[in-house]
């Protein structure tokens, strides 16, 4: 679907087909995409492009990038959730990260190390002996099957050690419940993560201690799309869902074939390091003006989306789809040396593109207020309500179109003021009718 809106010159990729978004070109300027990608089977470079940058940005500290909107974001907060059939290659994240967090593991081996000791000198004591204080210990990418306690202690431990990032890969988005106390609980520490805010609550740990620590996570989540929808049925128009970066592959056809992945060999592991070094070594505040200026341009083309489809939950799902694709454009800004190139606009448009797709596959009829299978979740979702009209209408005809959208017939004119507005139609005083434009 091709939208010109006045002042840019702009293709919009149609969120409303089954068929995804297909991933712009890796040139040069994305080179550590394509490095990563590399290594993954051709079938799901697309669906896990998104989530590399959970893991990458995790390496980063004492940074801060100002949004258009002049506050200044740390590039942490970074939820996103990959959802696909079973079997259907998720797994091959958790390779992708191992390699991106290996100084992550090296860091958590001589912390787990530390305790180990510790809990060897407690043993040894006598009981009327006075024990040693437990050891100040943070891990960088603890177990999945964290508690709450254990969770809130460790990012006591980070907020300690430099206000370092937790990074968590969850290969079941029940872990969930677990880490943040129990499924009422998870609404309330998502928002805490992603806006970076205290855990909420002074609370005990499991060695009785309370602490509020900011919450600087990046996090992962694998699900089905049926366990998705039934994990957040409750939580789609609270703020949870617009939170977390959502990235679906459909089923795939059965052509018998094993896909190929890559062998993270030590020459990859070399390339990778000198990008964790960048992102290690990244300190300070940052204004990426080329990168605010696409931010803005993403939303007056979802606005004017927003407007064609008449569709406020997109609008409302649009906001922080942005925000999430402007960081990980944050991170590739430093990956890039710092550098900011068309290339880099294009995939970090695609980014949210993909993210509002992938969540209109799956949530699409649940979002109209319904609640039926996946099936019928890809055929609901945001309409361009022009293709269900012929080139030349009435308002008449809007208006019962409508209705079988469930829309109420009152919001007719102004949708008709909307789509004039926009530049989409134009009206013939002589006869009364609208017609579509090249637009």
């Not at 993403?298 to 789809?321: E, I, N, P, Q």
Request: contains cysteine; proline residues 4%.
């Amino acid at each position: 679907m091709q939208i010109h809106l006045k002042g840019y010159n702009t293709m919009i990729y149609d969120i409303t087909k089954p068929i995804a978004p297909a991933m712009p070109k890796l040139g040069k300027d994305l080179a550590i995409v394509k490095l990563l990608l590399s290594q993954v089977s051709k079938d799901m470079q697309e669906i896990l492009a998104p989530l590399l940058f959970d893991s990458l940005a995790s390496h980063i500290s004492g940074t801060a990038f100002m949004y258009p909107d002049l506050t200044w974001k740390e590039i942490c907060g970074l939820i996103t959730a990959v959802s696909t059939v079973s079997a259907g290659g998720k797994g091959q994240l958790q390779r992708l990260v191992e390699a991106i967090m290996r100084v992550a593991r090296q860091h958590d081996e001589m912390e787990l190390q530390k305790l180990v000791e510790w809990q060897k000198i407690i043993k040894s004591k006598a009981a009327n002996k006075e024990k040693p204080v437990r050891p100040d210990v943070s891990f960088w990418i603890p177990p999945s099957d964290i508690t709450n306690a254990a969770f809130i202690q460790n990012a006591m431990a980070c907020e300690k050690d430099g206000e370092h990032t937790q990074y968590y890969n969850l290969p079941e988005v029940e872990m969930a419940d677990r880490m943040c106390g129990g499924h009422r609980q998870v609404t309330q520490t998502i928002r805490n993560i992603y806006d970076i805010q205290k855990a909420g609550a002074l609370r005990a740990t499991a060695d009785g201690v309370t602490g509020n620590p900011t919450l600087r996570v990046n996090m992962n989540i694998s699900c089905t799309p049926g366990e998705a929808r039934k994990f957040f049925k409750n939580d789609l128009f609270n703020g949870t869902l617009g939170r977390i970066a959502f990235s679906y592959k459909a089923r795939g056809n059965r052509d018998g074939k094993i896909p190929r992945q890559g062998k993270y060999d030590e020459d990859f592991l070399a390339q990778l390091d000198e990008y964790i070094v960048r992102l290690q070594a990244c300190k300070g505040r940052f204004i990426v003006k080329p990168l605010n200026k696409l931010a803005d341009k993403m939303a007056a083309d979802m606005a004017a989306l927003a407007d064609l489809t008449d569709d406020d939950t997109l609008w409302d799902l649009s906001k922080r789809a942005i925000v999430n694709a402007w960081k990980k454009g944050c991170v590739l800004y430093i990956l890039n040396g710092q550098t900011w190139t068309k290339a880099m606009s294009e995939f970090v448009e695609w980014l949210m593109y993909y993210d509002l797709w992938s969540k209109n596959q799956i949530f699409g009829d649940m979002l109209k207020d319904g609640d039926t299978c996946v099936v019928e979740a890809q055929k609901s979702g945001p309409k361009n309500m022009l293709e269900n009209l012929p080139d030349t209408f009435n308002e008449a005809q809007l208006e019962a179109l409508r209705a079988t959208m469930d829309k109420p017939k009152e919001g007719t004119k102004r949708q008709l003021r909307v789509w004039m507005s926009r530049g989409f139609i134009t009206y013939s005083a002589q006869t009364g009718l609208y017609t579509k434009t090249k637009k």
